[in-house]
């Protein structure tokens, strides 16, 4: 704890980073490069070819189903499972053995079958990606495959091309990209010559992103890195890295060292006191894996894969894709679940949010001229077909006379237009540009006044103001009465104009957004919001959505902190701006690094290292190919209300499984205890090897009904996790207890009815049979057991396998086990001690469950 204290107060190390190539110069980068602005030689070209390699990405290293098996055999509980399959079989149980066996494959195959959607995430991002460039060689421009694209290339590419790497703009006309799926920005991104002084790709207004895709115009661009070396790249790097183990995999290894350490601890405590006390040797032996075969939870693997699968189909119908089982549990013990913005807390629909006009006040007359101009002018961008939403039948009464398309140099275009009020010229663009061109505005009564530096001036501060206030994107809009002949708009038309007001923009959220969150927050879940978007951008959508939003983290603040720095500030914050790809992953591992169970749900590009780094990734259906190719489940909807029925999902499977475990460690570790302890006092064998199989068997398949069972409110209302020093505890109460109940059944059978060994055989068996079986209907709630019944799948799996047990002494198959009837006084004898260890059992299970202290520690935190 100390150190914990001192590492929270340390100052954060300031890490220098390199500064990114988009704020350096053509000229730099040519010095760098050795090479210069006009393009390669063939001969040159190959020489870097040789010296970089191909522009793609390293194909990922596939595990081949041997070593897939392999892996999952070397578990500590796959190898007691198989060592006890081979040892049942040897020692004549060919049935138990097979058994054993059957099991352990399916569950092998299956948890082999869901492997390899990861690694094959990179082949779709190299699918996605272009198939030729367009490069200038020996001085002119020719098509090559995109792999031979090399750094100093030359690069040209038009509207709708998909760029091959990254590159400085050498000139631009009218360029714009799309680059949502790489930064966040759902807003197209003007491109031009000249480097930026911010250090987020979002920022980066002269630099091209592989993978990005040119939305208009055209640009001629400096390649400055290929391949892996990309920011596209870098996130199929990330895809192809060995994941880590997942909470679930983690906590089963350790529960598997675990019994295999108490079972190997019995089994050699026995065997060493049978030889000592000169039994014989093959007798002795077949005891001590029957021992070790009845306290190996054979059944965990099946019971664990069922209830998976069955929360696969349950989740499926709450419109969940799993393509990883282990996910499901994982999903269920999450502490901290980091989005994206775009696509998931918001509809990534651009919407018109405001008309404002000169004074302030909210005005129709701004958007809707605005709509005329996008309608006629047959503009296409997000901002125009948000326009057009606003106000569909704009253009009802207006008749297009002649437009000056949109110029992305000068960030404005025009219509000019018939309509009720006589002949306009309508102009819209960037409010720099608009506004230089405006020598009057319009008030809201209708009156125009002169319009000079100080009105400018106070038309910016009022973009600067809806843009750190609320987050909007802004344009200007114009008009002037058209006066002489008709013809198309042409840029010293564009003067003299009447300033009519602003249009604001948002990406609003999602109307079910903050209930949703809400309900994450109920269940123990901290939502943080990591965005490649503008911070202000950021800053509004938190608070519109419930979250703390007095500050946000940017990404040059996350690129100036060291891991530990980081790790302390990323609890202070649940809202990030302006992050790389790396930095979301980066800031997914601060995370984890302080204990959190962290999910991830994006849907970009940039968001494939943090769904890769999470613990859980979560995607959407129309997301990137790349994102859901990285996750482990897929929205079909895309809402947060389905993560958080997917968590409960999640919990209530978790929950069935701890129910198997909690078995075991009760009353199946309590029986073999008895059973080993009563080994080395009395002078028979407390039960026959075939009878202890046959016990293992019976209550083995009362549990395979737990997967169908219902779990308790209480158990979904916080994050589940395998709790080892809680399992530990309840073995530690319900075990002993359980070997008092059979000490006293050994001590009432030899010292009160003195029953021959096959009765005393008999007699037990019948004892250990009910006290393992019917302890499920105590141990599987915290409540009472008649306040929750059990589903009836569990109740008929269950009584089914005690009925045949009980009745069994009492069929000719009791010869075979070695079995005699029992005699009335002591077959009633074993249910009054039967129904008073149920009783006892009840009376101390709210001990034994009880979560121990750092668990509780953690639930005060969450």
């Known amino acids: 704890m100390a150190d914990t204290a001192g590492r929270d107060r340390a100052a954060p190390v300031a890490v220098t980073p390199t500064p990114p190539f988009w704020t350096t110069t053509i000229a730099a980068q040519c010095t760098a490069m050795a090479c210069t602005s006009d393009g390669l030689t063939g001969a040159d070209a190959a020489a870097r070819l040789a010296r970089y390699g191909p522009n793609g990405d390293a194909p990922n290293r596939r595990v081949g189903p041997v070593r897939a098996v392999a892996k999952r055999l070397l578990e500590p509980l796959s190898l007691i499972l198989l060592i006890a399959a081979m040892v049942s079989a040897g020692t004549g149980d060919s049935i138990g053995g097979s058994i054993i066996a059957v099991i352990l494959l399916l569950s092998i195959s299956l948890d082999t079958l869901q492997e390899g959607h990861a690694a094959r995430a990179a082949d779709i991002l190299r699918h996605s990606v272009a198939l030729t460039a367009e490069v200038l060689r020996d001085g002119a421009y020719l098509q090559v495959p995109v792999e031979q694209v090399v750094p100093a290339d030359v690069i040209r590419v038009r509207a709708g091309d998909i760029i091959p790497a990254d590159a400085l703009v050498i000139s631009s006309s009218a360029f714009a990209a799309n680059e949502a799926a790489l930064t966040g920005e759902p807003y197209p991104v003007d491109k031009r010559p000249g480097p930026a002084s911010g250090l987020s790709p979002a920022q980066a207004t002269g630099a091209l992103f592989r993978g990005a895709v040119a939305q208009t115009g055209e640009a001629e661009a400096l390649v400055i890195s290929t391949g892996s070396a990309t920011l596209f790249g870098a996130a199929a790097s990330a895809l192809g890295e060995v994941a880590d183990t997942s909470p679930f995999e983690r906590d089963l290894h350790a529960y598997g060292l675990l019994t295999a350490r108490l079972t190997m601890a019995l089994v050699l405590v026995v065997l060493t006191a049978s030889v000592f006390l000169g039994r014989p040797l093959l007798q002795s032996l077949l005891f001590a894996v029957a021992l070790a075969v009845g306290l190996t939870p054979e059944l965990l693997p099946m019971i664990t894969t069922v209830t998976l699968s069955r929360g696969a189909l349950r989740m499926a119908r709450r419109k969940v894709i799993v393509k990883r089982l282990a996910a499901i549990h994982d999903l269920g013990a999450m502490t901290v679940l980091c989005t994206d913005k775009t696509g998931t807390l918001t509809s990534a629909e651009i919407t018109l949010a405001r008309s404002v006009a000169f004074s302030g006040s909210e005005q129709p007359r701004p958007a809707h001229l605005a709509a005329i101009a996008a309608v006629l002018g047959g503009d296409r961008g997000a901002l125009d077909a948000a326009l057009v939403a606003g106000d569909p039948h704009a253009t009802a009464d207006w008749t297009l006379l002649g437009r000056h398309?949109?110029?992305?140099?000068?960030?404005?275009?025009?219509?000019?237009?018939?309509?009720?009020?006589?002949?306009?010229?309508?102009?819209?663009?960037?409010?720099?540009?608009?506004?230089?061109?405006?020598?009057?505005?319009?008030?809201?009564?209708?009156?125009?006044?002169?319009?000079?530096?100080?009105?400018?001036?106070?038309?910016?501060?009022?973009?600067?103001?809806?843009?750190?206030?609320?987050?909007?994107?802004?344009?200007?809009?114009?008009?002037?009465?058209?006066?002489?002949?008709?013809?198309?708009?042409?840029?010293?038309?564009?003067?003299?104009?009447?300033?009519?007001?602003?249009?604001?923009?948002?990406?609003?959220?999602?109307?079910?957004?903050?209930?949703?969150?809400?309900?994450?927050?109920?269940?123990?879940?901290?939502?943080?919001?990591?965005?490649?978007?503008?911070?202000?951008v950021v800053k509004r959508l938190a608070g519109l959505v419930g979250l703390r939003a007095e500050r946000v983290l940017s990404g040059n603040e996350v690129a100036h902190l060291s891991d530990d720095a980081l790790a302390v500030q990323v609890h202070k914050f649940d809202a990030f701006g302006r992050l790389a790809p790396d930095q979301k992953s980066r800031l997914v591992?601060?995370?984890?690094?302080?204990?959190?169970?962290?999910?991830?749900?994006?849907?970009?590009?940039?968001?494939?290292?943090?769904?890769?780094?999470?613990?859980?990734?979560?995607?959407?259906?129309?997301?990137?190919?790349?994102?859901?190719?990285?996750?482990?489940?897929?929205?079909?909807?895309?809402?947060?209300?389905?993560?958080?029925?997917?968590?409960?999902?999640?919990?209530?499977?978790?929950?069935n499984i701890l129910k198997y475990v909690r078995m075991g460690a009760s009353s199946n570790f309590g029986n073999m205890l008895s059973m080993a302890v009563a080994s080395l006092f009395l002078p028979f064998l407390p039960m026959l090897p075939t009878q202890i199989l046959l016990n293992n068997l019976l209550y083995d398949l009362s549990e395979i009904?737990?997967?169908?069972?219902?779990?308790?409110?209480?158990?979904?209302?916080?994050?589940?996790?395998?709790?080892?020093?809680?399992?530990?505890?309840?073995?530690?109460?319900?075990?002993?207890?359980?070997?008092?109940?059979?000490?006293?059944t050994f001590a009432g059978l030899i010292l009160v009815l003195h029953a021959a060994p096959p009765e005393f055989r008999t007699a037990w068996f019948l004892e250990s049979m009910?006290?393992?079986?019917?302890?499920?209907?105590?141990?599987?709630?915290?409540?009472?057991?008649?306040?929750?019944?059990?589903?009836?799948?569990?109740?008929?799996?269950?009584?089914?396998?005690?009925?045949?047990?009980?009745?069994?002494?009492?069929?000719?198959?009791?010869?075979?086990?070695?079995?005699?009837?029992?005699?009335?006084?002591?077959?009633?004898?074993?249910?009054?001690?039967?129904?008073?260890?149920?009783v006892c059992a009840e009376l101390l299970k709210r001990v034994a469950m009880r979560p121990s202290p750092a668990r509780r520690m953690r639930r005060r935190r969450a």
């Not at 840029?491 to 007001?501: F, H, P, Q, S």
């Not at 890769?612 to 079909?636: F, N, P, R, T, Y």
């Not at 047990?805 to 077959?827: D, H, K, R, S």
């Open 405 to 536: 398309v949109f110029d992305f140099g000068r960030r404005l275009g025009s219509v000019l237009a018939k309509g009720p009020e006589g002949t306009l010229l309508i102009a819209k663009g960037a409010p720099e540009a608009v506004l230089a061109l405006c020598s009057g505005l319009r008030l809201a009564d209708g009156a125009i006044l002169a319009m000079g530096d100080a009105e400018r001036a106070t038309a910016l501060a009022q973009v600067q103001k809806l843009a750190q206030d609320e987050g909007l994107r802004t344009i200007a809009v114009a008009s002037r009465v058209w006066t002489g002949a008709v013809h198309d708009p042409a840029t010293a038309d564009e003067t003299a104009l009447v300033y009519e007001g602003l249009c604001a923009f948002a990406d609003p959220p999602k109307p079910t957004a903050a209930a949703a969150i809400a309900r994450l927050a109920a269940a123990g879940i901290r939502l943080k919001i990591l965005s490649g978007d503008d911070p202000v």
């Open 770 to 838: 009910a006290t393992q079986i019917l302890v499920i209907f105590v141990i599987r709630t915290n409540g009472r057991p008649w306040a929750n019944l059990p589903r009836p799948v569990l109740a008929a799996t269950s009584l089914g396998a005690l009925l045949v047990a009980m009745i069994v002494p009492f069929t000719p198959l009791a010869t075979l086990f070695g079995f005699v009837t029992p005699p009335l006084l002591m077959t009633c004898g074993i249910a009054l001690l039967v129904a008073v260890y149920l």
């Open 705 to 744: 009904g737990i997967p169908f069972d219902s779990v308790r409110p209480e158990a979904l209302a916080r994050p589940q996790v395998w709790d080892m020093r809680a399992l530990v505890r309840f073995a530690a109460v319900m075990g002993p207890l359980s070997s008092l109940f059979d000490l006293l």
């Open 589 to 655: 591992r601060a995370l984890q690094a302080r204990g959190a169970v962290v999910g991830y749900l994006g849907d970009g590009i940039n968001d494939a290292p943090a769904l890769k780094a999470a613990h859980i990734g979560l995607s959407v259906s129309g997301a990137s190919g790349v994102a859901q190719a990285a996750a482990d489940m897929i929205l079909l909807d895309q809402d947060l209300a389905v993560v958080a029925d997917g968590v409960e999902e999640g919990r209530r499977t978790f929950a």
